[in-house]
């Protein structure tokens, strides 16, 4: 199949950490890496956002990247780029006519808006009139967010209306946990409409075997995702903070955000600064800032316990790849964690934005060493046997195959007239 992935924020190029660069990041480039290994031909639309990036990139993995251009040649938050969705359109119709697809899958809502736009239009219909078939990744939905957020939520207000309608154009919906199909429903997705492919991990790269960083204390653990207040990092220092007070000489690292040696420009840092000092805590956080993919697994190695205890995650990629070390991971019983993250058996889930239950969860892994490895091995097992990017990328291809048939067939039959019918 001919593969046109819409990500109109979140390149594959992109380095992780920054404000909008993370799991969608990941979840883009490694899916459209197992879909070449399956022999499928893949190119990724992104936004332009630098002077010096050009039209066509090859990377490694056999995946194209395209940069078009929609709006200003530089960065700006995911949350200002609406405005610039049509100009994003025009440039996939342009593309598309040269290269049509068989299939195009958008990532975030906003792509899906363009997407949609540039597939239902009349050059790109040709002469049989038949659309390119679109399969929409939300990654996030938009009344979950303000939900949980309320006056934090930077959205742009259409948000609300807009991406209902994205989720009702698209002729599939590919969630990514069973908590999402739920939420799909709720905005009027109809239940045939959506099929499930989790997130993926490389298990190949997040492995229990390999070298692992020196510990600074007898007990480690991290906390690891954007510097955002939803990521829940301050519940990590606060349980940090009851476990220092139980006796344990423990550390905690904070990985995310800009570099390390930027991080004072970041607001949610200094706030999280300010909360280990003021819990007494600060010679015992580590506020690592950025750590490139490929030097995570070392640092995830040298753990006791993975806490990923965010207000909500769409899915979360970083349990699965401390799951994949054989590290045991405390998580917030939210979305897709909820999936990955089996309690009793992988680790420890945890009601959200609950500090005193998170140090419950650790001390606990923390008396019962036995247990704890149990967890570390059962994780290692289930991350390789259902969430590597392979098995994903089948999971996806069978999706696009089933919609690129019922695209058609529905096609057809609004061409055909009716026959046979009595007034």
């Known amino acids: 199949m001919r593969i046109a992935m819409v990500s109109e924020h979140a390149s594959p190029l992109a380095v992780l950490g920054g404000v909008d660069a993370g799991g969608q990041n990941v979840h883009v480039a490694e899916l459209s890496a197992a879909l070449v290994r399956r022999g499928h031909e893949v190119v990724v639309y992104t936004r332009r956002d ?20 929609a709006g200003p040649p530089s960065p700006l938050p995911k949350d200002e780029l609406l405005p610039h969705m049509r100009a994003l359109a025009d440039g996939l119709e342009r593309a598309w006519l040269e290269d049509r697809p068989d299939v195009v899958h958008a990532h975030f809502w906003m792509s899906g808006l363009a997407a949609v736009a540039a597939a239902r239009r009349r050059a790109i219909r040709g002469a049989g009139g038949d659309p390119v078939p679109v399969v929409q990744t939300f990654h996030a939905l938009g009344h979950v967010k303000r939900r949980h957020q309320g006056l934090l939520d930077t959205s742009p207000p259409d948000r609300e209306w807009l991406e209902p309608r994205v989720g009702a154009d698209v002729d599939t919906v590919i969630a990514t946990c069973s908590d999402e199909v739920f939420e799909l429903r709720h905005i009027g997705v109809p239940a045939d409409r959506i099929d499930v492919a989790p997130c993926g991990v490389d298990s190949g790269l997040f492995t229990p075997d390999g070298p692992q960083e020196a510990r600074g204390r007898p007990v480690r653990m991290a906390t690891v995702g954007r510097l955002v207040t939803r990521k829940g990092h301050g519940n990590a220092i606060s349980a940090l903070a009851r476990l220092v007070a139980d006796g344990r000489d423990a550390e905690l690292l904070v990985i995310g ?6 991080l004072s420009d970041d607001p949610t840092y200094r706030a999280l600064a300010a909360l ?5 805590v600060s010679d015992r956080v580590d506020f690592r800032g950025r750590v490139e993919q490929r030097e995570l697994p070392v640092v995830l190695r040298s753990l006791d316990a993975l ?15 401390a799951m994949a070390c054989g590290v045991p991971v405390v998580a917030a019983s939210v979305g897709g964690l909820i999936d990955t993250v089996v309690d009793g058996t992988t680790g420890r889930l945890v009601p959200p934005r609950d500090p005193e239950a998170i140090s419950g969860a650790l001390s606990a892994l923390l008396d019962d060493p036995a247990t704890a490895a149990g967890y570390g091995r059962e994780g290692r097992r289930r991350a390789v046997a259902r969430y590597s990017w392979d098995r ?15 695209s058609a067939a529905e096609a057809r039959a609004a061409r055909e007239p009716l026959t046979g019918a009595t007034l």
Do not use: K, N
């Open 50 to 69: 630098g002077t010096d990036l050009p039209e066509r990139v090859e990377m490694p993995s056999g995946v194209t990247v395209v940069h078009v251009d």
């Open 257 to 262: 955000g800009p570099p390390r040696a930027q």
């Open 276 to 280: 280990a000092a003021e819990l007494g």
């Open 307 to 321: 806490v990923c205890t965010p207000w909500y995650e769409p899915f979360g990629i970083v349990p699965l790849e």
């Open 392 to 406: 994903i990328a089948g999971v996806t291809a069978t999706s696009y195959r089933s919609t690129i048939r019922r």
